[in-house]
């Protein structure tokens, strides 16, 4: 009688074998759905990157150059939808440091095509050609715009160019960006800390 009593007790009972597949069960479920939204996210990432990657370095830059504009009486700040010119603390390759020089943006609807383009002081002075420093391809569209004060009217506004001899408060970039058969809006706003 005592050995039979012992071959019951030395195995799992029903209910501790049901308890243990549902843990198994969930812990399981987690770890799909935890995998499976990891993949997702990932493939989301690799998608977009090339382009939209490119676009945010490119308006790092942009935004980098109008926040070192200031107003200098020898270069003027000039815009149009198209592209701007103006006056801006550069890093001059030629000079080995940091000097005034004119930052140019160009946007060629051509071949799809915005330059930056950019000329220290002495560049200027002997009339020599700037120097293509950064390129963003694969355009569609792009626009200028500028945010600027009208001192007749007493209000600002956006405008598709500058007033003269006027610095504008702000500038807007917006492009759309062709990534293979994907097309991609993106749109840039840097104030400028000169009139600020």
């Known amino acids: 009688m005592r050995k039979n009593r012992k071959r019951f007790l030395t195995g799992f009972t029903l209910i501790e074998m049901l308890i243990v597949s549902l843990i198994m069960s969930i812990v399981s479920l987690g770890l799909y759905v935890t995998l499976k939204s990891g993949i997702k996210v990932w493939q989301r990432i690799n998608n977009q990157q090339p382009a939209a990657e490119e676009v945010n370095i490119f308006f790092d830059k942009f935004g980098s150059d109008l ?10 700040f000039i815009g149009t939808e198209n592209g701007l010119s103006f006056p801006s603390i550069i890093k001059s390759q030629r000079l080995e440091g940091r000097t005034i020089g004119q930052v140019i943006y160009i946007y060629d609807s051509r071949t799809g095509l915005l330059k930056r383009q950019q000329k220290d002081y002495s560049q200027i002075y002997n009339a020599e050609e700037a120097a293509s420093s950064a390129d963003l391809k694969n355009i569609k569209s792009l626009v200028f715009q500028y945010y600027v004060y009208d001192k007749e009217r007493k209000e600002y506004f956006w405008h598709d160019e500058p007033l003269p001899e006027q ?4 500038v807007r970039l917006e492009l759309e960006f062709l990534a293979g058969a994907k097309r991609s809006g993106f749109s840039k706003t840097v104030t400028i800390p000169v009139n600020g």
């Open 67 to 76: 926040r070192n504009s200031l107003p200098f009486t020898a270069i003027n």
């Open 167 to 170: 610095i504008p408060w702000a």
